[in-house]
């Protein structure tokens, strides 16, 4: 088949889609974030880009904190819902019931099977975006989406995002093992050797 050029709006498939908690001026705001990324191992850090028009980017200068929501599909309406207004102008802050962990300006959903609380270390100002890193200092977790005291993917069922076409995903089927599935092709190689 032959390969097309297919220009340049093009986007890592698929994006988890999340929500990002934060505080603005006192009241309580989420936005669905699917541009996000674990940026380093330790500390555990985390980078999510965020337009910098958005009211959560306001939220985040003013506090230096913010929490990602891991939303289950059947969230979908509320998620989707945060993203069509903003809190510039529509009050979200009741659209989730909410709780604190450590950081008291970054709220977390009670109905998200998995919740990161962020501190902000680094602000990288891109042409459009800000991307804000933020160390992971805690993590919540729904003891029903958990296997062996980590999150269970299959458990949690969450939302993925594919752009430009913008659609929401489920999770299929297990492809393999990570560092394992590649073993046997190490085994044989070093045995040739
Ligand atoms: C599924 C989905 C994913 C999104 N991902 C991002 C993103 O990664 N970065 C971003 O800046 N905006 C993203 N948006 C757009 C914002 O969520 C949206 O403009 C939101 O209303 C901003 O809210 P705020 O002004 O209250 O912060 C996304 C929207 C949707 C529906």
Redesign the pocket.
């Known amino acids: 088949m032959e390969r097309l050029s297919i220009g340049t709006n093009v986007f890592v498939y698929p994006?988890p889609?999340t929500l990002?908690g934060?505080m603005?001026e006192g009241r309580v705001?989420?936005?669905?974030?699917?541009?996000?990324s674990r940026v380093n191992a330790d500390p555990p850090w985390i980078g999510?880009?965020?337009?910098r028009?958005?009211?959560?980017?306001?939220?985040i200068r003013e506090n230096g904190t913010f929490s990602v929501n891991f939303p289950s599909a059947d969230l979908v309406e509320a998620?989707?819902y945060?993203?069509?207004?903003?809190?510039?102008g529509?009050d979200?802050s009741g659209v989730f019931e909410c709780f604190f962990g450590e950081l008291k300006t970054a709220p977390l959903i009670s109905a998200c099977p998995l919740c990161l609380e962020c501190r902000l270390v680094r602000t990288e100002e891109l042409p459009t975006?800000d991307w804000f890193v933020g160390e992971i200092v805690a993590s919540w977790a729904d003891e029903a989406c958990l296997t062996e005291g980590r999150p269970d993917v299959r458990k949690m069922n969450p939302?993925l995002?594919t752009?430009p076409d913008?659609r929401?995903w489920t999770v299929g089927a297990e492809a393999g093992k990570a560092w394992g599935a590649g073993a046997g092709r190490v085994k044989s190689e070093k045995d040739r050797a």
Not at 29 to 36: E, I, Q, S, T, V
Not at 48 to 51: L, Q
Not at 53 to 59: C, E, K, S, Y
């Open positions: 994006n889609v990002l934060t603005v705001n989420f936005m669905p974030l699917g541009w996000l999510v880009g965020v337009y028009g958005h009211h959560t980017a306001r939220g998620v989707d945060c993203g069509l207004v903003s809190g510039s529509t979200k975006n939302l995002l752009m913008n929401y």
